[in-house]
């Protein structure tokens, strides 16, 4: 149904759309959650949060090995049956917009906070859209190049919060394990919300120019997401103090106020603007990702007809409502669960169904449909 | 077709941007930006603010406008402000914050500054500085031979601090030293004598704001020192005992500069009080000795009497903080991270805790320089 020849995208290009769904508006309050749960021992909990994602991500690998062909849903209509297919396509779709939601709605709010406090929503809203509508449009070889652009384009940017260190107390790391395990294995949880993305695989795997190392890919970009995480967050702890880091909420941006030059004055007024095409890294996938399986679900051939309706739904849905801090909170909170449950749950649960299917298949005993 | 989208889109962008994008743009000539901001209570103990903006014209001879308002809170002051002002009054240019002596009388003054934190539009690395008397001496002192106040304070500040001389202390420094437990806070002093503004070195405070006491510029620099903030180059200056006076000139005199300090805090917990063992090692350089000494032979004696000297005056530096009941050196932090047990019992009162301290401290320098001349 779909062209993937003409639409491939290398391991590469891969690696960082995985990246960029991970890292993004997601990392500016990791710091603040870790440390309200597990004070400055939390960087420890993200070392535990990659282990995780990286099983779970091989399960999800796993899975579309089966079927390499094919996205998840061709997967899902071939081993289950058609009904199987169409009702996870729906609900991958909301999944993704889900995604594509709060990561849009969180940004908005952060570049109002931080840049543009007069300018209403809905502007925003339009002004955001319409990059990304003419990125997304293109599929996924267009995504790719444009993620792999941006990751080049943000290499300076670790370079800037290492000039924090000028204010950085190591003592504040010290001493590891305060208060045993338990904190830290608690606060693994505010590293799912974060680690989510890896569900672009069920779409983008038959795009893989190469899928044999689909596994390393994917293994690579969650490693680099951990070390992207680790990084900022240890540059937070060791700038704020750790009975004043959950006083901030979007501390990966306010450590950069800490920062004088000569010849600006808020330096983190620059870093938003162009935080804002990191952040662009999470909605314009899913954009993609969203519209694919909607227009997978109503057979349709072209998805750009259902995104040009996203589009006008997302800006005029922002006249009507748009989220406040707290409700994005709660949004996040919850796209936790789903997202664990989503990535983590379904993925190991469908590896292990296939695995039990095929092994039971090779028996000649047993024969016909599981 | 694939071109009238990409131009339908563009179009689209532009539109937005002129409908909103200068809704909120404000013309230089209509702010009024401060450099300094002041607080301060007068005699009835009522707040005031005062700000000092430049002024730019041609024919205009006061290069300042100071507004003095009375008000509750920062941003309620904002309106009283304006009033007095050609344009709409802008935070985010503040260089100095002077805090009136009578405002460090009362404790939780610091609650004030939340603004410069909430409000993101403000700079959050302006100097903090603490005034020994009435703020609006200063902030309505218009010198004629030098820069601007707010300039001049700013200059004062960050000269003197990179020879620790006073503490740099910007304002969220100074909010990690009110909220984290294991430290007070501690800034910039400056003083009004004679129509001259000195910067006398650092005022100390309670945790809850109040002020502690002052140090002088070599306290100050001892006190980096065991921060370990001081930066090769502070430089020193002693009596040597023993040595020859001359007259009316102390021809006993030995200053040095410090190259590399490198200081060691050893935290114990022992027989229910806490113990810290301070290790200051530099290798200084001489600049300035007026009594004959043959360095060459007898380098090891100079040292050590040196390092007595230095020894004492560390010594009654703690005696000072630990009277006061202050950490500014933050020694707490050091038990936080050894003594993390101990340390949680006593974190809400730390500086009464460490009032009761054993804190020992030894120097060892060395002379690796004498300079050009024997």
Known sequence: MKDYANNQITLLQYIFIITGLQVNVSIVSLPRNLAETAGTDGWMSIIIGWVISAAASIAIIRVMKNHPEGTLLDLLTRFMGMWAGKVISLLLSLYYFYILYDGLTRTILITKAWLLPTIPNFILMILLLIPTYAIAQHGPSVLGRYAELIAYMSLWIPFVYILTLKNAHWLHLLPMFKDGWQPILSAVKETIYPSLGMAATFILYPFLKHKEKAATGILISTSLSMVVYLFFTVICFLYYSPDDISNYNDVVISVLKSIEFKFVERIEVIFIAYHLFLYSLVWIPTMYLTTYCTSWLFRQSDHRGHMTWLCVLLAIGTIIYSPTFNQSDRLENLLTWIGFGTEYVFPVCLAVYLWIRKSSKRRPAHEGKA | ?374
Not at chain 2, 87 to 103: A, D, E, K, S
Not at chain 2, 143 to 150: K, N
Not at chain 2, 152 to 179: C, H, P, W, Y
Request: proline letters at 4%; aromatic letters at 6%; a positive charge.
């Open chain 2, 1 to 374: 077709m694939k071109a009238r989208l990409n131009i339908a889109l563009l179009a689209a962008a532009i539109v937005c941007l002129i409908l909103k994008g200068s809704s909120d743009q404000l013309n230089l000539e209509d702010s009024a930006l401060p450099l300094a901001l002041c607080l301060d209570l007068d005699q009835n103990d009522e707040l005031h603010i005062y700000t000092s903006s430049p002024v730019f014209g041609k024919n205009i001879k006061k290069k300042t406008h100071e507004i003095d308002v009375k008000a509750r809170a920062l941003r309620q002051s904002r309106t009283m402000q304006n009033e007095q002002s050609p344009g709409f009054v802008q935070g985010r240019n503040v260089q100095v914050i002077l805090i009136g002596r009578r405002m460090l009388q009362h404790k939780d003054w610091f609650r004030l500054t939340d603004i410069f934190f909430r409000d993101a539009r403000n700079t959050i690395t302006d100097r903090m500085i603490a005034v020994d008397g009435p703020v609006s001496e200063i902030i309505y002192l218009n010198l004629e031979d030098q820069p601007m106040i707010p300039s001049l304070l700013r200059g004062m500040v960050d000269t003197k601090s990179a020879v620790s001389e006073t503490a740099n202390t910007t304002a969220q420094e100074l909010r990690r030293q009110f909220i984290d437990t294991g430290i007070t806070p501690s800034m910039a002093e400056i003083k009004l004598k004679n129509k001259v503004i000195l910067l006398t070195g650092t005022t100390l405070l309670h945790k809850n704001g109040t002020y502690a006491a002052s140090l002088g510029p070599q306290e100050t620099v001892l006190l980096s020192i065991l921060q370990k903030k001081a930066k090769p180059g502070v430089s020193f200056s002693y009596l040597i005992p023993g040595q020859p006076k001359s007259g009316p000139f102390e021809t006993d005199t030995l200053s040095f500069s410090a190259g590399k300090i490198k200081t060691k805090i050893k935290t114990s917990y022992r027989q229910g009080r806490f113990q810290f063992d301070i290790n200051i090692k530099s290798a200084v350089t001489l600049s300035e000795r007026l009594f004959p000494y043959d360095v060459y032979k007898n380098a090891n004696a100079l040292e050590q009497k040196v390092a007595e000297q230095m020894e004492g005056q560390f010594e009654s530096l703690i005696a000072k903080i630990q009277q006061h009941h202050i950490d500014p050196i933050g020694l707490g932090l050091y038990a936080r991270s050894y003594e993390h047990k101990q340390y949680k019992k006593v974190e809400d009162h730390w500086a009464d805790e460490l009032s009761d301290a054993k804190i020992k401290v030894s120097v060892d320098i060395k002379i690796g320089a004498m300079g050009p001349v024997k």
